[in-house]
């Protein structure tokens, strides 16, 4: 079975470990996976290309060929490089061993150029051959020329607004499959609808705020996404077909409604349709006493006077 790799970033490091996990688990069930630190391994049919598509917080990732000794590898591997124009080596110690780093990759580099005929090229390479050092076993693998998706564009956005990051890593963790509907009832700029489109996620918001209505709908548009924007109530969401909720909870002065946030929040819980999957980020304290069956919670810090929290079912 193909094995894939995917290496992501501390900022965030058990949201982005957990990510890249619900993603393996939920296209391919049957998915083996073992994590070192920030790196992740894992067994399964699916391409890492198609993980790689949606999570936030990879910085590399690609196909595992074979564990290794040391930074040596026979002529077999070399077929990866077939028909490439270019190449390039990349060493990444998450040891805590000193490793040579630039040394391996040029001498990597002067070996496989003896193999066959793509050239070294730093800037733009056709394929990536990467050696992978951990405390506990070494990793040799590759990822052909992967294009990140283009960033939504936002013709009107606020400070105070969800950041995308954690508005697709929400997504991700909530579990909404490709070819399921996303709903944000309370949706201000459109984050979330954007977010789940550029991810080819189909999304519905909802919003009691007629002008914040009116701005998803121009940021849908300018990247000429669909997605439908009803101006009205949350509770609204009893209308409309969906299989699961993100939202970004309005509190403090982030909020334009005539009841005190920590209320909205325990209402609403309350009134999320049962067995509904859902990520939903709140000013932390919002969920104390909240009685729900949470399958995590992440501790996001903002500055020294706000922590968000997360919570997925």
Not at 106 to 115: D, K, Y
Request: with cysteine.
């Amino acid at each position: 079975m193909p094995e894939s790799f995917f290496l992501v970033s501390k900022e965030y490091p058990e949201l982005a470990v957990d990510e890249v996990v619900t993603l393996i688990k939920m296209y391919d069930r049957f998915a083996k996976i073992k994590t070192i630190s920030n790196l992740i391994l894992a067994q399964s049919v699916t391409p890492w290309e198609k993980v790689a598509k949606r999570a936030t917080f990879i910085k590399i990732s690609g196909q595992l060929l074979r564990k290794m000794s040391n930074v040596f590898f026979d002529e077999n591997n070399y077929s990866i490089l077939f028909g490439a124009k270019s190449f390039m080596c990349k060493a990444v110690n998450l040891s805590k061993k000193e490793i040579d780093v630039q040394e391996i990759e040029r001498s990597l580099g002067n070996m496989v150029s003896t193999f066959c005929n793509a050239k070294v090229s730093l800037d733009d390479p056709e394929v990536i051959i990467y050696m992978i050092f951990t405390d506990e076993e070494n990793f040799f693998g590759f990822s052909t020329k992967f294009m990140p998706q283009k960033r939504p564009e936002k013709l009107t956005k606020f400070h105070h607004e969800l950041d995308w990051k954690l508005t697709r890593a929400m997504i991700n963790l909530a579990k909404i499959n490709d070819d399921e509907i996303v709903c944000d009832p309370f949706c201000g700029t459109g984050s979330t609808l954007l977010e789940a489109q550029s991810m080819g996620i189909k999304a519905v918001g909802i919003d009691f705020d007629e002008r914040m209505c009116k701005i998803s709908k121009e940021n849908l548009k300018v990247n000429n996404f669909s997605g439908e924007v009803y101006n009205n109530d949350y509770e609204y969401m009893y209308n409309i077909k969906f299989d699961g909720i993100v939202i970004d909870l309005p509190y403090g002065t982030a909020s334009k409604v005539s009841e005190p946030p920590k209320k909205i929040m325990k209402e609403f819980l309350s009134k999320i349709p049962k067995k509904t999957k859902f990520a939903v980020m709140c000013k932390k304290g919002f969920d104390e006493n909240i009685k729900l069956n949470l399958t995590k919670k992440y501790e996001i810090y903002r500055h020294k006077s706000l922590t968000r929290m997360i919570l997925i079912k």
